[in-house]
């Protein structure tokens, strides 16, 4: 079983940064894919970022291409969503997840294990 906690939300005004951590535990060595999925108020929960870890292949969705950063640790069990120049409609709740053999990275169903989140809002 592999456990997830997500942690470094908080609440900025726009234009300011936040850096989320996902830390892994547990039988991490078949989890392949970290992603980062956000549910804004009212929406369904998206895929805004993902890591490869084999390769270190990124992904982004468009809305945040430019702005986030996703990154491995050193110590290889945390997975890092560095945020800067942030909208209010940035405003959500951030989960991390993570998968062993994952095709589509923005579709929750391929992941296996999920944090329970943190949230992030952003005031104008």
């Known amino acids: 079983q592999v456990q997830l906690v997500e942690s470094g939300g908080g609440s900025v005004q726009a234009g300011g940064s936040l850096r989320l951590s996902c830390a892994a535990s547990?039988?991490?060595?078949?989890?392949?894919?970290i992603g980062w999925f956000r549910q804004q108020p009212g929406k369904e929960r998206e895929g805004i970022a993902a890591f490869y870890t084999g390769g270190g292949s990124t992904y982004y969705a468009d809305s945040v291409k430019g702005r986030f950063t996703i990154s491995q640790g050193s110590a290889k069990n945390t997975v890092y969503l560095q945020m800067n120049s942030l909208k209010p409609e940035d405003t959500a709740m951030y989960y991390c997840a993570a998968g062993s053999s994952v095709v589509d990275v923005t579709a929750e169903d391929e992941y296996n294990h999920w944090g329970r989140g943190t949230q992030v809002t952003v005031s104008s």
């Open positions: 547990g039988y991490t060595y078949s989890t392949k894919y």
